[in-house]
């Protein structure tokens, strides 16, 4: 294994973890937004106001896409294994 593998197999692992946690995280920022626009207007300052939304959105979001995400991770899986039995 040289430089080259490992950078592409730090880089295919990044990636992975960018596009599986990536609808987690946008609608979790989607949903900060709404409630940062609502408590400029309201004038409303509760600081727990904001996390439970965000965690309600996030659990959500993680059960309805879950398979993608592990079908994701298994791809990443299934390569660096394939690596490995051939010897990179």
Request: aromatic letters at 10%.
């Given at each position: 294994?040289?430089?080259?593998?490992?950078?592409?197999?730090?880089?295919?692992?990044?990636?992975?973890?960018?596009?599986?946690?990536?609808?987690?995280?946008?609608?979790?920022?989607?949903?900060?937004?709404?409630?940062?626009?609502?408590?400029?207007?309201?004038?409303?300052q509760?600081?727990?106001?904001?996390?439970?939304?965000?965690?309600i959105?996030?659990?959500?979001?993680?059960?309805?896409?879950?398979?993608?995400?592990?079908?994701?991770?298994?791809?990443?899986?299934?390569?660096?294994?394939?690596?490995?039995?051939?010897?990179?």
């Amino acid at each position: 294994m040289n430089e080259a593998d490992a950078l592409d197999i730090v880089r295919n692992a990044v990636w992975t973890v960018i596009v599986a946690t990536g609808p987690a995280v946008g609608a979790a920022m989607f949903v900060g937004l709404i409630i940062a626009l609502f408590q400029a207007l309201t004038q409303i300052q509760e600081m727990t106001l904001t996390f439970i939304p965000k965690i309600i959105i996030i659990m959500l979001m993680v059960a309805m896409t879950g398979p993608y995400m592990g079908a994701q991770i298994y791809s990443l899986t299934e390569m660096l294994y394939g690596r490995i039995e051939t010897g990179f």
